[in-house]
């Protein structure tokens, strides 16, 4: 979304005669002020109010067809914009505008030529950004009319002060353990992949199937290198404003080279666009797990998660995001006291998040999250007292994209558990660097 002057208005701010001498009531400056201040919702209201007196003076329209598109009326910004062009064909930030109203009303075909017609200008480094990035949310959106397919690669390095998620090393007690327990420095280094691919087969429907898959390497302590893949299939309903998909998953995890945990499941998922700018999504998902050396820790989870976001069209182009889930998890083993101490749970879990975008392509993320575990019983050491976890984080990451379909993120991330169990108390901090390419 741009956010810069079109050259007309540039041309308005130096004219020395007074446009819209003839419409007293008008004040161009406050319509203007109000703009530039990303007050679209005020500046539409404003120039709504006088348009039926001001519509088809190009620099008019230019403010009233943006306003209207970045608060939820692209049909009329849209109306606004193809009469600036009449005026000013060779006005590329306009037509930029004009083809995101048209992405906006899922005009894909005409949106991508209009889109592509700005390309051909050789446009500003900002202007051509943005013309790259709804070209390829169109191909995203035109898998609802033919086969279509995405991926990704990324690597990264990073250092985890934590990697086994051990007890700090100042913590004592009674029995001896072992150095293991507590927690272990390294750095490591990670490459993940994946792969998705959409196939309509009709109107409003898709199969679609994505494979992905991380290795994560430590420097030194290879006992926790990990290997995560991952096969999700399913079906995707589309609506005007909403999409429903139902999948199966099966994912599989080793550790330092053997299997530790595989998983099966069926995820039920429901994304609603309650306008431009606001979108609620909830998916039920229900998971068996199973541990092959360590049965006490297979079970079945059902969660529910509810999530919503609301972008803002102000300074910084603000992003919230709030994500609140439920779940139980049920021990197969539901008469071994391990395991209702270890596994059966009761989960409740809440995130909230922003996202400032300082220029088109570099963002800041930020977000804070809690789950409380409230386990069945408690452990041999503490029988008396039924076993509770409180995990808190806490993610900062900066996004950089520094070239087409390439993005670097620096990304901090705290964690924190506190348990009713003093062995299941840490802390682990992971910095890191991503390098990542989408094709």
Do not use: C
């Not at 919503?308 to 182009?317: S, V």
């Amino acid at each position: 979304m741009t956010r810069y002057i079109t050259p007309l208005l540039v041309l308005l701010i130096l004219s020395s005669q007074p446009v819209f001498a003839n419409t007293a009531a008008f004040d161009l400056k406050h319509l203007q002020s109000l703009f530039e201040s990303y007050k679209r919702g005020q500046s539409y209201k404003y120039a709504k109010t006088y348009q039926a007196e001001m519509e088809g003076d190009p620099y008019f329209d230019y403010l009233f067809g943006v306003s209207a598109i970045d608060t939820g009326h692209a049909s009329e910004g849209t109306f606004a914009l193809e009469r600036v062009l009449l005026v000013f064909p060779d006005d590329q930030v306009a037509r930029l505008e004009l083809a995101r109203g048209y992405f906006i009303l899922q005009e894909y075909s005409l949106s991508g030529k209009t889109f592509e017609a700005v390309l051909k200008t050789n446009p500003p480094t900002k202007v051509r950004d943005t013309a790259l990035a709804y070209l390829d949310k169109i191909r995203i959106s035109e898998s609802r009319y033919r086969p279509t397919h995405s991926g990704f690669v990324e690597f990264s390095l990073g250092n985890d002060d934590n990697v086994n998620a051990g007890l700090d090393e100042g913590t004592t007690f009674i029995i001896t353990l072992d150095p293991d327990s507590f927690g272990q420095d390294d750095n490591f280094s990670s490459l993940a992949g994946g792969w998705t691919y959409a196939h309509p087969f009709t109107p409003g429907w898709l199969f679609e199937s994505t494979l992905s898959g991380n290795f994560r390497k430590n420097a030194e302590l290879d006992q926790f290198d990990t290997t995560t893949g991952t096969l999700q299939v399913g079906i995707t309903h589309l609506q005007a404003s909403s999409k429903y998909k139902a999948e199966l998953i099966n994912q599989q995890f080793n550790l330092d080279g053997e299997s530790y945990r595989s998983l099966n499941g069926l995820n039920l998922n429901w994304q609603y666009t309650v306008s431009q700018q606001s979108s609620f999504n909830t998916a039920l998902q229900y998971a068996q797990l199973d541990y092959p050396d360590l049965s006490i820790k297979n079970s079945d989870l059902i969660t529910l998660g509810m999530n919503y976001t609301h972008a803002f069209a102000a300074y910084l182009q603000p992003i919230l995001f709030s994500t609140l889930s439920l779940g139980t998890e049920m021990a197969e083993e539901d008469t071994n006291p391990g395991a209702l101490s270890e596994t059966e749970r009761d989960i409740y879990s809440l995130r909230l998040g922003v996202v400032l975008n300082f220029t088109n392509t570099l963002a800041l993320q930020t977000s804070i999250g809690t789950q409380n575990s409230a386990y069945a019983a408690g452990s041999a050491l503490q029988p008396d007292t039924k076993r509770e976890d409180d995990y808190n984080t806490a993610n900062l990451k900066l996004i950089w994209a520094f070239a087409r379909k390439w993005r670097l993120d620096t990304q901090f991330a705290y964690s924190d558990n506190s348990s009713t169990e003093d062995l299941k108390n840490y802390e682990r901090n992971v910095t890191s660097m991503t390098v990542n390419y989408t094709f």
